[in-house]
């Protein structure tokens, strides 16, 4: 069975770009989660969906970041433009709204110069 | 609010020797509680959770927890330590609610010397 699926799985881009994370979530998944992980601040919830409507975005760092989820399937996360500091590892995870495990995918890991 | 506190931001075991990775949690109501693992350059992998019942609960690897209500901790445990075994550890809370978030603690490094 196909995981959750992020891309890119590595990028490095320049300051002031725009970055745009892709998401499928595993099928039959209706909440989505987006989590950032440093070294110094460890792993935060950046925003989460439920039925592809976000709940709780009160994580999202300020009005760079952007998160969307036009469907079941497909969620992205953007930022712009991208500082050196939004440099982490960005992982989607999903779950069952009333189920209770949730699983993450692979992570795309985000350089900026 | 909920909240998850790893104490220890490394635990070092020999070997054949039993571990414990320590976790306690702050959450309204009855909670949803979980570990999970991540080997390098990887996502988080499920280990095990607890929902209901039984207060030990076993998972992958060996690996298995208590969940101990009045003491709000739910430490993670294995009878003998691989070196393979060796990966950061993040315990997690959530509260029954439906639409509720998933919070994760700060991550315990685990490093098995053989």
């Known amino acids: 069975d196909a995981g959750v699926i992020q891309s890119p799985r590595h990028e490095v881009t320049e300051m002031g770009q725009e970055v745009t994370l892709r998401c499928k979530p595993i099928?039959?998944?209706?909440?989505l989660f987006w989590y950032r992980q440093t070294m110094m601040r460890g792993l935060e919830l950046l925003i989460y969906?439920?039925?592809?409507?976000?709940?709780?975005d009160s994580g999202m760092p300020e009005d760079r970041f952007s998160a969307k989820m036009p469907n079941a399937s497909f969620s992205t996360l953007k930022i712009q433009p991208s500082e050196p500091r939004d440099s982490a590892v960005y992982f989607c995870?999903?779950?069952?709204?009333?189920?209770?495990?949730?699983?993450f995918g692979e992570g795309s890991w985000l350089t900026v110069v | 609010a909920q909240s998850v506190a790893q104490p220890e931001d490394q635990v070092n075991v020999a070997e054949g020797n039993p571990l414990t990775v320590k976790c306690t949690y702050s959450?309204?109501?009855?909670?949803?509680l979980f570990w999970y693992v991540q080997y390098p350059n990887r996502g988080l992998q499920f280990l095990l959770k607890?929902?209901?019942?039984?207060?030990l609960v076993k998972g992958s690897y060996g690996f298995e927890a208590e969940f101990n209500k009045s003491q709000t901790s739910f430490h993670l445990k294995k009878p003998s330590a691989l070196v393979s075994d060796s990966a950061l550890y993040f315990c997690?809370?959530?509260?029954?609610?439906?639409?509720?978030?998933?919070?994760f603690g700060s991550g315990t490094r685990l490093s098995i010397r053989p």
């Open positions: 995870a999903s779950s069952l709204v009333d189920g209770n495990t949730i699983y």
């Open positions: 099928s039959g998944h209706n909440s």
């Open positions: 969906f439920n039925n592809n409507v976000p709940i709780d």
């Open positions: 959450v309204s109501g009855n909670p949803y």
């Open positions: 607890y929902i209901t019942g039984d207060n």
């Open positions: 997690a809370v959530r509260s029954y609610s439906s639409a509720s978030k998933i919070i």
